[in-house]
């Protein structure tokens, strides 16, 4: 079983839609969570941590269930701007220990359209 | 601040060639890491570094070595490049210690052909 799944996409969704994204993880240990954002020949770049209690920054939400070792990504008002590939990425690592084994999983992409 | 900056963007090798891929980070962390993203695959992690003059292997070590002989720079070196070692290259830098909700900073990759 891959460490990290995601749906690979892609989306396509209209501007204005709300989107959302999944991912599961087989670590069972896995300490921290993050959703990165990798736009079209670019780098990753960190967009949210996922904290236990579920978190919000504006018009994305993100969501853990350690139960059933599942990330979610709300993505609500979609713009134009949103279209990249979404990262799921899950540490191991206990707290304290550095992020060195963070795992990413392969991505899903997102195009929002006009 | 430059952030993270990678040297080359853009290398075509021949088979059997070496060369060095630098990375250079400007914000004083601690750990450093170099990633190679394929075609349908995540990025895999190749070696790290925890400290000045500190290496690890990664998940896919094979065909590479590192050097981080100063905190701010990360070398990784293809000593006889082979056609499976045509990707992207990523090198990133983390402050390091203290949390295990860090975030990695990513320089804009290298992309590396081999025929």
């Known amino acids: 079983r891959k460490e990290v799944e995601q749906d690979p996409g892609p989306f396509n969704v209209p501007e204005g839609a709300t989107v959302a994204f999944n991912c599961t993880y087989s670590?069972?240990?896995?300490?921290?969570f993050f959703w990165y954002r990798q736009d079209c020949r670019k780098e990753p770049k960190l967009l949210m941590s996922v904290y236990s209690s579920g978190n919000e920054d504006g018009r994305f939400t993100a969501q853990l269930n350690r139960a059933s070792q599942y990330i979610s990504l709300l993505i609500r008002d979609s713009k134009l701007s949103d279209s990249a590939t979404y990262l799921c990425?899950?540490?191991?690592?206990?707290?304290?220990?550095?992020?060195?084994?963070?795992?990413f999983g392969k991505g899903t992409k997102l195009s929002v359209i006009p | 601040n430059a952030g993270v900056t990678q040297t080359p963007k853009f290398r075509v090798l021949k088979t059997g060639q070496s060369m060095t891929l630098l990375c250079a980070q400007d914000m004083n962390h601690e750990y450093m890491y170099w990633y190679r993203q394929d075609p349908g695959m995540g990025l895999r992690l190749i070696h790290y570094s925890v400290g000045e003059g500190t290496t690890a292997k990664g998940e896919v070590p094979d065909g590479y070595n590192v050097s981080r002989l100063k905190k701010q720079n990360f070398l990784l070196g293809l000593e006889s490049a082979a056609p499976s070692q045509t990707s992207v290259y990523f090198c990133a830098s983390e402050e390091g210690f203290s949390s295990s909700y860090n975030e990695q900073f990513f320089g804009p990759g290298t992309r590396l052909t081999v025929l």
């Open positions: 670590n069972s240990a896995s300490q921290s």
């Open positions: 990425v899950v540490n191991p690592a206990y707290s304290g220990a550095g992020s060195y084994q963070l795992t």
